[in-house]
Structures are given as C-alpha cells and as structure tokens.
C-alpha cells in the first residue's frame, strides 16, 4: 500500500463546478499536509497547506483534513479552465532528519468551458 | 520561485556516459533535495541534504549519487547513464525557517534527460 494515495483521474468537471480532490496517507504520525499544482512540463507550485482538523479556506481554494480518517482533500470552487492541471497531496514524515515530504501520485483535474 | 535554478535545462546523453545536474538556491536553505518524476510513479526522492557535507538516500537512489560542498548547491550524478534513468529530474528546497510549518518545499524548474 502507498503511503499517500490518490485518484490518478483524469477528474472532468464543467467551468463553474466545485472540483473536489481526495488524498488519504498511512502514516497517523503526519502532521503537515500540502497541495501542490503542476500544470503539464513545469514544476510543482505549492498552493495550500493544512495541519489542523477542520476546513482551511484561501480564495477559490478550500483544504480539508481529518486525521481520525486519514484524508485531506482540496475543494476547488468556481473552477475554470485555468485550474486544469495535475494536483499533488503531500505529507509530512518526521521519521528521519531529512524534513521530508511523501508525495502521492496526484489527481489530473480537467475543467471545460 | 524561491531563488532556485537547475542547469542544464534539457540534456541528451548517451547510456554509459556520466552526467552530473546542478541545482542552485540563492536563499542559504538548509535542507536540498533531488527527485525524479516519471509518468505513473509521480515524484521519488532519489537524495537529499540537510547540509553542507550531509546528505543521505532516497526512495531511488540506486545508480545516483549527490555532493554538496556549499550551501547554494547541490549536485546529482549519474554516474553512468541508463535508458532507466531518462526523467524529469526536479531539484527542492526547505527550510525550517520559510513558510509556516517549516516542511513546505519549493521546487526548481526542472531538468529533463534523455538517454539514448
């Protein structure tokens, strides 16, 4: 089992729609949770983070975390054409001195006009 | 894009010979960290440092290796190219002191090799 699992997708979803991308992880030790956007042949762009319970809201943007479940998700509102990407869960592992990051697979999210 | 360059940007080589990719921060980060992004795997950690003279391996590190005799760089070797290793290689930084949790990364722009 992969430590942070995600839907590969492609997720489709209509210009305006709320886009809702799921992230569980195995490790109940994490504390530190990170969305990242990669639009096709660049890097990663970190665009949120979350480490307590509950919801975290920036602009279109809403983080949500659940430790008891083991799940973090991102909610993206209003979407448009523009937020078509790859999204990008990560983890914190406080299991060695490196400050690490665990990513998972990511979910592609396509929006249409 | 927090200071960070890779060189070189795109690189054709050929199996067997060594090749060495270089990744530049201007912000005296502590922590450095190579990965490889492959369609299907999303992003490995193949080393990492988390300072000068100290680094350690990754999820993949077999058939690289990395050095680190500065802060402001840290270099991936490969030292004799396979067709296994035609990637995108992304270089990252962290700090305890940027951001909020002092775990964000932030990522260079990327080199993308090719062996042939």
């Known amino acids: 089992q992969k430590e942070v699992e995600q839907n590969s997708g492609p997720l489709s979803v209509p210009e305006g729609a709320i886009a809702s991308l799921n992230c569980t992880y195995s490790d109940r030790g994490s504390q530190s949770f990170f969305w990242y956007r990669q639009y096709s042949g660049k890097s990663p762009e970190l665009i949120m983070f979350?480490?307590?319970?509950g919801d975290k809201e920036d602009g279109r943007f809403t983080a949500q975390l659940n430790k008891a479940s083991q799940y973090v998700s991102l909610l993206i509102r209003d979407s448009q054409p523009s937020d078509s990407a790859t999204y990008l869960c990560a983890v914190n592992s406080d299991r060695n001195a490196g400050n690490m990051l665990t990513f998972g697979g990511g979910t592609r999210l396509m929006v249409k006009p | 894009d927090a200071g960070i360059t890779q060189s070189p940007r795109h690189k054709v080589t050929e199996t067997g010979t060594p090749v060495t990719l270089r990744c530049h921060q201007t912000?005296?980060?502590?922590?450095m960290y190579w990965y490889r992004q492959d369609p299907g795997h999303g992003l490995r950690l193949i080393h990492y440092s988390y300072g000068v003279k100290d680094t350690d391996k990754g999820e993949v590190s077999d058939g690289y290796s990395v050095s680190r005799s500065k802060t402001e760089d840290f270099l991936l070797t490969l030292e004799s190219a396979t067709s296994s290793q035609t990637s995108v290689y992304f270089c990252?930084?962290?700090?305890?002191?940027?951001?909020?949790?002092?775990?964000?990364?932030?990522f260079g722009p990327g080199t993308r090799l090719t062996v042939t």
């Open positions: 979350i480490y307590s319970n």
């Open positions: 912000e005296n980060h502590r922590y």
């Open positions: 990252a930084i962290s700090d305890i002191g940027i951001g909020t949790t002092g775990y964000e990364q932030y």
